[in-house]
């Protein structure tokens, strides 16, 4: 059984600090790690796609690493803003198990307080 | 709006109830998704199709039944559903099975009460 780990489970934060969560998956047959957001009666929607172990990727104040050979992703949000509330899903898939699917984490709640 | 629409949003049904979810992409995507998501439980994968043709059945109950007409549209027929079943059925797409450098284009769900 595949295990993707997300932590911390929720997170509440003030408009304006800077936050981070962890993705852990399993460090073995790396193929692809996706991030998505997903807000509240919305569709999750695609952050980043890691396939290379020391990626970062960015967009605005939102970036991510990647550390394949360890099993971790970090996502970072700098001056978190009330419209980043959501939930922050990752997902591994890994080369010899399951090239076929995504396997997720049940995800990170943030909610930004103005 | 991430190209992938599902009908209905919302959908009551009793156990003994025929009714059946919709999933629909112009993405140009080879590959169509089922995923279930239960409270407090992460996205569970249900069914795959790629190119039209059923490549992962995850150990579904016979009581969700999936169907894809064409590349573009994705049906879950259910029936004789139990209560347990109640959860958000979302619809996905990608481009091609078994791919995964791109993303997944998901639908805004489908929320399920059996009574």
Redesign the interface.
Known sequence: ILNVEQSPQSLHVQEGDSTNFTCSFPSSNFYALHWYRWETAKSPEALFVMTLNGDEKKKGRISATLNTKEGYSYLYIKGSQPEDSATYLCAFIGRSYNTDKLIFGTGTRLQVFP | E?G?TQTPRHLVMGMTNKKSLKCEQHLGHNAMYWYKQSA????E?MF?YSLEER??N?SVPSRFSPECPNSSHLFLHLHTLQPEDSALY?CASSQD??W??????????TRLTVV
């Open positions: 991430t992938v407090k439980k992460p996205l994968l795959v490549v992962e995850n979302l099975w078994g995964w450098g791109t993303e997944a284009f998901f639908g805004q769900g």
